[in-house]
């Protein structure tokens, strides 16, 4: 090995040493956790990169339903995103600016902007892929 070599060699190392996973979120909310005010909807959104709000509605079979699938994919991906749920009637001026008119209703946010809502039940599968996508979009794999 030549010292051009072994200088290339030196800085492959650095640079590999380097590439840690990028820091997706500063603040971490509990998979589930049911936002009180419009203070913690802000704090959950711009806490990470990447937050998922599901709207419900108390009386909604559809939301109860949705919310273990909800719970779980989010434990799953907690590390990389916000898993959060707003009660509509609590939020109902955020659920009317983004244009929700029904219950489950999960925004996906990047950097505090909405990009993508997925409407009504999803199951386990439909849930993780829309979960992934939306990770994928944001550069926020592991």
Not at 60 to 65: S, W
Request: aromatic share 12%.
């Amino acid at each position: 090995m030549d010292e051009l070599d072994r200088i290339l060699w030196k800085k492959a190392v650095e640079l590999t040493r380097a590439k840690d996973p990028p820091k997706c979120c500063t603040v971490n909310y509990p998979p589930g956790h049911v936002l009180r005010d419009v203070a913690q909807f802000k704090n959950a959104v711009m806490g990470c990169k990447v937050a998922f709000v599901m709207f419900f509605g108390k009386t909604c079979p559809y939301c109860a339903a949705f919310d273990p699938i909800f719970r779980q994919v989010g434990e799953r991906y907690r590390h990389m995103a916000n898993f959060v749920k707003a009660d509509i009637e609590e939020f109902y001026h955020i659920a009317a600016s983004l244009g929700i008119m029904a219950t489950p209703t999960t925004v996906a946010f990047i950097n505090g902007t909405p990009v993508e809502a997925a409407p009504g039940f999803m199951t386990a599968p439909q849930f993780r892929t829309f979960v992934e996508s939306v990770l994928e979009h944001a550069s926020c794999r592991s």
